[in-house]
């Protein structure tokens, strides 16, 4: 049985989730570094990183999501140079030569993907940017009136099926779904209830960070308005 991943409850490490440390392979720079919490069979991870010092990487193995917790990081390949502060969110893109500078006592969330082809990229993810209207929950799963719906979708990983961006919504509810991909929500604005499997309530608002694996069942309700960063790695 899948369950959510809960990785940052307000600021602090959840007790409940266990992290084991442990690299990615394929010459892991953060290996040393990493809290793994969840790794799927389709090249997928997330946990937490605790990293002080500079890091480099001539070609990085994976497309990688950072949301900085505390500290701050410097990343810089040969024509970008980006200083990431906490709450700030930033991609390292798999096949890229980057250098990462993180200060003392710099700690953040990942989010991992893995695949055979490059995608080199580094950039920051504009968490503020304007929105454009976008597709609701499907009626079928609705148990309310139908939420109007926006996003912007900041980059994608082809090779990985990975997409990231950020997405809103007006209040709804949806009844109980197995999620149709692996997703990491961090939540912006706002506050949503996941009722898991077993219909227990698990609340996330604002600065929490919760990963849902592909086919947990989960029911969400929303009272008020929800803002979030996502991070989805899609399947057929």
Not at 12 to 23: C, E, M, Y
Not at 163 to 173: A, I, L, N
């Given at each position: 049985m899948n369950a959510l991943v809960v990785l940052r409850r307000a600021g602090?490490?959840?007790?409940?989730?266990?992290?084991?440390?442990?690299?990615l392979g394929g010459g892991d720079p953060l290996g040393a570094h990493r809290l793994v919490a969840w790794t799927g069979p389709d090249g997928m991870a997330v946990g937490r990183v605790n990293c002080t010092g500079l890091l480099k990487a001539g070609a990085y193995p994976h497309t990688e999501l950072i949301i900085v917790e505390s500290g701050g990081l410097v990343l810089?390949?040969?024509?970008?140079?980006?200083?990431?502060?906490?709450?700030?969110?930033?991609?390292?893109?798999?096949?890229?030569?980057?250098?990462?500078?993180?200060?003392?006592?710099?700690?953040?969330?990942?989010?991992?993907?893995?695949?055979?082809?490059?995608?080199?990229?580094?950039?920051?993810?504009?968490?503020?940017?304007?929105?454009?209207?976008?597709?609701?929950?499907?009626?079928?799963?609705?148990?309310?009136?139908?939420?109007?719906?926006?996003?912007?979708?900041?980059?994608?990983?082809?090779?990985?099926?990975?997409?990231?961006?950020?997405?809103?919504?007006?209040?709804?509810?949806?009844?109980?779904?197995?999620?149709?991909?692996?997703?990491?929500?961090?939540?912006?604005?706002?506050?949503?209830?996941l009722f898991d499997e077993s219909e227990r309530a698990n609340v996330f608002g604002k600065g929490d960070c919760v990963f849902v694996p592909r086919l947990t069942s989960c029911a969400w309700q929303s009272g008020v308005p929800v803002r979030k960063l996502y991070c989805v790695q899609d399947f057929d």
């Open positions: 602090t490490i959840p007790a409940a989730t266990p992290f084991a440390r442990r690299d810089e390949d040969s024509s970008v140079s980006l200083r990431i502060g906490p709450g700030e969110v930033a991609i390292i893109g798999r096949g890229s030569a980057v250098r990462i500078d993180a200060g003392s006592g710099t700690s953040w969330i990942f989010c991992a993907v893995s695949a055979a082809a490059p995608a080199p990229m580094l950039q920051r993810v504009n968490l503020a940017a304007d929105l454009a209207p976008s597709p609701p929950p499907a009626a079928d799963v609705l148990l309310s009136a139908e939420p109007r719906c926006r996003q912007n979708p900041e980059c994608s990983d082809k090779p990985g099926r990975t997409r990231v961006g950020v997405w809103d919504s007006t209040p709804y509810t949806r009844r109980q779904v197995p999620h149709r991909v692996n997703e990491l929500m961090y939540i912006l604005d706002g506050s949503v209830t």
